[in-house]
């Protein structure tokens, strides 16, 4: 297949932020189209749909304030990535480690029986230091043997499910909970405050920006991070300059795991108050993170954007739901298109089209 | 240089040009001479650059024109064209005066033009066999027919003294073995004219020897070869024309009997080229390096240094020869600790090099100049000025409390990019934008700044033009001039009696 002759088609050296920008956005369009077949498919306006989705996200305090609380662990688990798809290790575990960090800070909450102003401070720290124990281990796989770590980091995701089911079902399970599979409730001083009666809690969401900003200075203007770069982008010079492959793999995966985890604190003792089923534990944040990463272009300030975006598709979900009373799988499908597209798009960035000048 | 034998109509209506194949109207050329091939107002636009520049070529039936010229003089550009990986801008190609369109490389071959990359396209894991019918439909239905390809190999192999056993996989090859496979790949499917792109970059000079033999008995057979080169010996040695190609643009064609190397240089150029370099009487220091009963294993885990000794002393360069292969790579990275030692010690003043790692050793004052220079020695993605505190960015002025200092860096960048001419926009620009003589004066510039005592220099110029070379080999010498101790590894012997002051043969 050729272009036609007034056209041309160009390798373009390096795209522009611009471009990248307008081709993002163009992959989200396309998404948008695409995702409209399905809603038309079950024979709701794809207009309509969207229409209420967005009002469903900003139209009302609640829907603002609910779409706000599911962009919090977006944020933590994508600005975590962001610094693993740096280091060019493929994390698709931060639902596992999200999952432990939940756990990690329950465990303190229910059993530590520390003094109430520390519990929370310590939940946030145990919980931050469990993601990154179980993004570390992918990491140090990869460094030392070679490991695959896209199959590590999601063979572990299961592995933290299951550990949490084994707990709520298990040892943990409440006594007080007539039999249902969760754990005690939290004592309040484990229980984070949240702004009125919404469910933003708002601790979380302060930490999270303020990781967000120091993730971006990590990445940009220090050595760690030059070093991050290096390894991801070519190794062997890495290995050249002397820079330590297994330190750096595993400084990204504390990094990326460690914040995972803080967004599993974030959900037990900010939404549940108690750790139950995986599911609705994290409701796939971690997996959905590593879209929003990707939209941002591994770049932690952009995530703050991509991470609201995403939110407001998820937030999208209850509406399809409970308005237009379709399945919420929607939203798993929609986001796979959006991903879809956006790693499509990839390769349009490295091209433009032009009008040929006429031929000689 | 021009003659009218070869002249076609120009001017051909589009139309004729875009059926695939020889439409044979009014389109055919006049073929008084026998020319296999013409190029008529080849032009090719990348972006920023025009890398053909409305280019003129005619190939001689049973002929070996060479297509000389610097890195980045569009050589290869027109080469592709020609074998249908690129599409012209303008121009058209003819083949036997009859217009033709390469759509792609299977068009070229259908056309017989077989092309052998710089780079070879071969998979490592498969067979020599496996490799040449790739692609290829000659079986019955989905099954191959090893047997009919084994015979056929054989026959080229014998008429042309290639000879490589069809059953071994790539990987076990040698470079000059894999060569061999790609050109009998192109004449198994019958090609009668042969692009060579810079073949010899990759060779040993015995191996050299034996490819140019091959191609004298192509030639001798019937078939046309087209040599990408820019080496002037390899000029003289082996082609019956030359044309010369400067900035996207034919300098010149001449018989290669009516010309030489110098008028060659300054075509290629477009100035006159030191041959001869100034080199200042040898004052030998202290010693710098004391390497005793060095062991290492290459990376299939075989010996490939088993008892090497030997000394460095500063303000001398130490030349080390061999046939690749023989450890060089691995001596290098052994002394630059990016491989580990078996046995022995490698002295470089009072702190064994075998026991450090390699940002110990590059903190000792020891620069490394990697082979692979794009590979190793830099990062592509990254700027101009990223890679040039690659080795230094923990240090100050570079970094300061872990913050790195983008200021100090421009800083940096602006003084070596002057310093050692590296060509580019700014100090932004990513790496791999550079050309190749541009990215090894970026090496340079990182890895001697800070005034080394031991400086590694592995192929420094490979693969560089007559301009950039001559400018490695000046900065080498001046090093050794300041009272570094430099071991140059290459393959090129004269570089070796050129710059070194003594030669140790590795076997």
Redesign the interface.
């Known amino acids: 297949m050729r272009a036609p002759s007034f056209l041309r088609v160009e390798r373009r050296t390096a795209p522009s932020p611009r471009v990248v920008f307008g081709v993002s956005l163009l992959a989200i369009l396309v998404a948008l189209i695409a995702a409209g077949i399905f809603f038309q498919v079950y024979g709701v306006s794809p207009i309509r749909a969207y229409g209420d989705i967005l009002r469903g996200a900003f139209g009302s305090r609640l829907g603002l304030t609910e779409t706000v609380r599911r962009a919090i662990p977006l944020l933590l688990c994508g600005v975590g990535l962001t610094i693993a798809f740096r280091a060019l290790f493929w994390n698709i575990g931060a639902e596992g480690q999200l999952l432990i960090g939940a756990t990690a800070a329950t465990g303190i909450a229910l059993f530590s029986g520390l003094p109430g102003p520390l519990l929370l401070p310590v939940m946030f720290l145990v919980g931050f230091a469990a993601g990154a124990l179980w993004g570390s281990i992918p990491a140090a796989l990869k460094a030392k043997l070679g490991i695959n770590d896209v199959i590590t980091t999601l063979m572990m995701n299961y592995i933290a499910i299951y550990i949490v089911e084994w707990l709520i079902h298990g040892p943990w399970k409440g006594p007080t909970m007539r039999g249902f599979a969760y754990t005690d409730r939290f004592p309040a001083a484990a229980i984070l405050p949240t702004i009125g009666i919404t469910r933003i809690h708002w601790p979380t969401l302060l930490l999270g920006l303020a990781l967000t900003v120091l993730a971006f200075v990590l990445v940009k203007r220090t050595r760690w991070g030059f070093e991050i770069r290096v390894v991801g982008e070519n190794p062997h010079a890495a290995r050249f300059a002397g820079i330590s492959h297994f330190k750096i793999t595993v400084l990204a995966m504390v990094v990326s795991g460690g914040l995972a985890g803080l967004a599993g604190v974030g959900e037990v003792a900010g939404i549940h108050h108690m750790l139950l089923g995986p599911t609705h534990v994290s409701m796939g944040y971690g997996y959905t993170a590593i879209i929003v990463a990707w939209l941002a272009r591994r770049n932690p300030l952009a995530v703050i954007v991509t991470s609201l975006l995403f939110a407001i598709i998820m937030r999208g979900g209850d509406v399809i739901k409970v308005t237009l009373g379709l399945p919420f799988q929607l939203v798993n499908v929609f986001n796979g298109l959006i991903l879809f597209f956006l790693i499509g798009s990839e390769i349009l960035m490295r091209y433009r089209i032009r009008l040929a000048p006429r031929r000689a | 240089m021009t003659d009218s034998r070869c002249d076609p109509k120009i001017g051909l209506p589009?139309d004729v040009t875009s059926e695939q194949g020889c439409t044979g109207n009014g389109g055919t050329l006049d073929t008084a001479a026998d020319c296999v091939i013409q190029l008529r107002g080849i032009v090719k636009r990348?972006?920023?650059v025009i890398a053909n520049d409305s280019i003129d070529l005619d190939v001689e039936r049973g002929e070996i024109l060479c297509l000389l010229g610097e890195n980045g003089a569009g050589k290869t550009t027109l080469m592709r064209i020609l074998y249908g990986l690129y599409q012209p801008?303008?121009g058209e190609i003819f083949l036997n005066g009859r217009p033709i369109r390469m759509s792609s490389p299977r068009a070229a071959l259908g056309h017989g033009i077989g092309m052998v990359h710089q780079h070879f396209r071969l998979v490592p894991t498969l067979s020599v066999e496996e490799n040449i019918v790739l692609g290829l439909h000659e079986g019955r239905g989905p099954f191959l027919n090893p047997r009919k390809t084994r015979k056929k190999i054989a026959k080229i192999a014998e008429d042309y003294g290639l000879r490589v056993d069809p059953r071994a996989k790539i990987w076990q090859l040698s470079v000059g073995q894999q060569q061999r496979v790609e050109i009998i790949k192109a004449l198994y499917r019958e090609a009668d004219i042969l692009i060579m792109d810079e073949p010899t970059s990759v060779l040993t000079p015995q191996e050299v020897d034996q490819l140019f033999a091959t191609l004298r008995t192509l030639v001798d057979d019937g078939l046309t070869i087209i040599f990408i080169t820019h080496k002037l010996d390899e000029v003289m040695a082996v082609s019956d024309r030359v044309t010369v190609l400067r900035k996207g643009k034919v300098v010149a064609t001449v018989p290669t009997a009516q010309t030489d190397k110098r008028a060659l240089a300054r075509m290629m150029v477009g100035r006159e080229v030191v041959f001869r370099l100034e080199k200042m009487p040898l004052d030998r220091g202290e010693r710098v390096l004391e390497v005793r009963d060095l062991h290492a294993l290459n990376d299939r885990g075989v010996p490939a240094l088993r008892g090497v000794s030997f000394d460095l002393y500063a303000g001398e360069i130490l030349g080390v020869a061999g046939v690749s292969g023989n450890g060089q790579q691995e001596l290098s990275e052994a002394l630059?600790?990016?491989r580990r030692t078996s046995k022995g010690s490698a002295v470089l003043l009072a702190s064994d090099l075998t026991r450090c790692?390699?940002?110990?050793?590059?903190d000792l004052g020891v620069a490394?100049v990697?082979t692979?220079r794009i590979?190793?020695?830099?990062?592509?993605?990254?700027s101009v000025r990223?890679n040039l505190i690659?080795?230094s960015?923990?240090r100050p002025p570079f970094?300061r409390w872990?913050?790195?200092d983008q200021r100090a860096a421009h800083l940096n960048a602006c003084r070596a990019m002057e310093e050692y001419a590296i060509m580019a926009p700014d100090d932004r620009t990513?790496a791999k934008?550079l050309s190749g003589g541009n990215i090894q004066r970026l090496v340079l510039a990182r890895e001697l700044c800070g005034e080394p005592r031991f400086v590694i220099a592995a192929h420094p110029t490979y693969g560089l033009d007559v301009g950039a070379t001559e400018q490695v080999r000046q900065v080498l010498l001046a090093q050794r001039d300041r009272g570094a101790g430099i071991l140059l590894i290459s393959e090129d012997l004269d570089e070796l009696l050129t710059l070194s002051d003594r030669i140790l043969v590795l076997f």
């Not at chain 2, 790692?357 to 590059?362: P, Q, W």
């Not at chain 2, 590979?375 to 990254?382: A, C, E, L, Q, S």
């Open positions: 589009d990348f972006p920023g801008d303008a630059a600790g990016l790692s390699a940002r110990e050793i590059a490394h990697p692979e590979r190793m020695g830099t990062v592509p993605n990254m990223e690659l080795k960015y923990r970094c872990s913050f790195l990513a934008l």
